[in-house]
T-cell receptor, first 112, second 111 residues
Framework: KAGVTQTPRYLIKTRGQQVTLSCSPI?????VSWYQQTPGQGLQFLFE???????NKGNFPGRFSGRQFSNSRSEMNVSTLELGDSALYLC???????????FGPGTRLTVL | GNSVTQMEGPVTLSEEAFLTINCTYT??????LFWYVQYPGEGLQLLLK?????DKGSNKGFEATYRKETTSFHLEKGSVQVSDSAVYFC??????????FGSGTRLLVRP
């Protein structure tokens, strides 16, 4: 089975812009979760989608949003970028139960 | 709230040495526990998991036992290799399906 794929792998944006990141889960997986990884805050949960519905949301401002399509692919959007949004954004897929989550390689976002 | 605490790194070992990375957790109920590994420039790879008390997860020579009485899930390997150099994350899955991670422990194995 193909693993979790994320595009693009690298992005450079400037403050105030917006960005959209994409994640394709493992075939058959209906849950997609997003995490932000920074040196200062570590790994933090952003949100989780299951069958096109947001099932859980972390403690991030409303500038961070996401969605999931009927084929389980997911996108996350960050509007009005700030310098502090520079991070590795990781997507993980699972069957949606209390099972392991499988991670993609991440998208490295740099905000200048 | 739920949380995971890992030992501070970096941990520096010589090849073939014994490895222990300590992990303790605070949680309501009985969460599933995981170890993930991250190599430079990559995402997280699932190393092993345990879903209930006294379960032992194992993979690639790594082991960890779910200890409910001490709320611990320490990672061990009998003989490390240079290729094991990476950052290791302990995590629990809470009741809302999200992973809560420890701060990570960097392991450096010298030849």
């Amino acid at each position: 089975k193909a693993g979790v794929t994320q595009t693009p792998r690298y992005l450079i944006k400037t403050r105030g812009q917006q960005v959209t990141l994409s994640c394709s889960p493992i075939s058959g997986h209906r849950s997609v979760s997003w995490y932000q990884q920074t040196p200062g805050q570590g790994l933090q949960f952003l949100f989780e989608y299951f069958s096109e519905t947001q099932r859980n949301k972390g403690n991030f401002p409303g500038r961070f949003s996401g969605r999931q399509f009927s084929n389980s692919r997911s996108e996350m959007n960050v509007s009005t970028l700030e310098l502090g949004d520079s991070a590795l954004y990781l997507c993980a897929s699972s069957t949606g139960q209390h099972n392991e989550q499988f991670f993609g390689p991440g998208t490295r976002l740099t905000v200048l | 709230g739920n949380s995971v605490t890992q030992m501070e790194g970096p941990v520096t070992l010589s090849e073939e040495a014994f490895l222990t990375i300590n992990c303790t957790y605070t949680a309501t109920g009985y969460p599933s526990l995981f170890w993930y590994v991250q190599y430079p420039g990559e995402g997280l790879q699932l190393l092993l998991k345990a879903t209930k008390a006294d379960d032992k997860g194992s993979n690639k020579g790594f082991e960890a036992t779910y200890r409910k009485e001490t709320t611990s899930f320490h990672l061990e390997k009998g003989s490390v290799q240079v290729s094991d150099s990476a950052v290791y994350f302990c995590a629990l899955m809470d009741s809302s399906y999200k992973l809560i991670f420890g701060s990570g422990t960097r392991l450096l194995v010298r030849p």
